[in-house]
Each structure stands twice: as C-alpha cells, then as structure tokens.
C-alpha cells in the first residue's frame, strides 16, 4: 500500500515574499483571470454609477481598482442590457456612463442585497 505525500506549497513564490523583494502580480485581461463572476462586477459597478452619478469608464476602473479593458467590457455588457447608458464621451476613446431608470432600479437591489461599493476583492488565493 502506498501513501501519496501531500504537496508543499510553491516554495519559490513563498521565498520570494519573504525575501523582502517586492512582489507584482500581472494585471487580469479579464473576468476569468479575476476570479470573479461577470454577474458579481456588474452589480459592483452599477452600485458605484448609483452612489456616484455618471462616471468615466477610467473612473468606473480606478474606483474598483480593475484594469480599464475589463472595466470597459462589465459597462458594455450592462449597456447591451440597457442598464447603463453613454451620457457623453470622455478623453482617450473613453465614455461617460450613468445608470437607466431599469440600471437605477436594478442597482438599488443589489445595493439592498449587499451594500459593498468599493475595490474589487481579490481571491484568497490570490
């Protein structure tokens, strides 16, 4: 009978944190990268559109701390449902989002479900 040893974690990656180098991590290209729902940063960013009024799409990025392309495509997914709408255009190819009557209403119970505005969380993992 044989017994098969657990694995150590990476030790190269526990080195190098403790080695008091810094460490970072490459941004995410996209949800999937993340290791958060699309449904989870849809309702983040329409939760900040309610609480903030009409914003950038670089703002919507800064604010949640995401890369702008995956910032961008959570608006555009909400836009296609007509949540959101473009109420003008912004510098560097960006737009001003804000929130439809539907977006406010559908904001206001995500916001009744978890009130969190704010960065997106990372994975414990990660």
């Given at each position: 009978?044989?017994?098969?040893?657990?694995?150590?974690?990476?030790?190269?990656?526990?080195?190098?944190?403790?080695?008091?180098?810094?460490?970072?991590?490459?941004?995410?290209?996209?949800?999937?990268?993340?290791?958060?729902?699309?449904?989870?940063?849809?309702?983040?960013?329409?939760?900040?559109?309610?609480?903030?009024?009409?914003?950038?799409?670089?703002?919507?990025?800064?604010?949640?701390?995401?890369?702008?392309?995956?910032?961008?495509?959570?608006?555009?997914?909400?836009?296609?449902?007509?949540?959101?709408?473009?109420?003008?255009?912004?510098?560097?190819?960006?737009?001003?989002?804000?929130?439809?009557?539907?977006?406010?209403?559908?904001?206001?119970?995500?916001?009744?479900?978890?009130?969190?505005?704010?960065?997106?969380?990372?994975?414990l993992m990660d």
């Amino acid at each position: 009978m044989s017994t098969i040893a657990p694995t150590a974690p990476d030790s190269s990656l526990l080195s190098l944190l403790l080695s008091g180098e810094r460490f970072w991590p490459t941004d995410p290209n996209s949800t999937n990268e993340l290791g958060l729902s699309e449904p989870f940063l849809e309702s983040l960013a329409a939760k900040l559109l309610l609480s903030s009024g009409n914003l950038s799409g670089r703002s919507v990025a800064s604010e949640l701390c995401l890369p702008f392309k995956v910032a961008e495509t959570t608006l555009e997914r909400l836009r296609s449902r007509r949540l959101v709408t473009h109420a003008g255009s912004s510098s560097f190819n960006d737009y001003i989002y804000g929130l439809s009557d539907e977006g406010r209403k559908r904001a206001q119970t995500f916001h009744n479900e978890c009130s969190y505005i704010g960065p997106a969380p990372v994975p414990l993992m990660d």
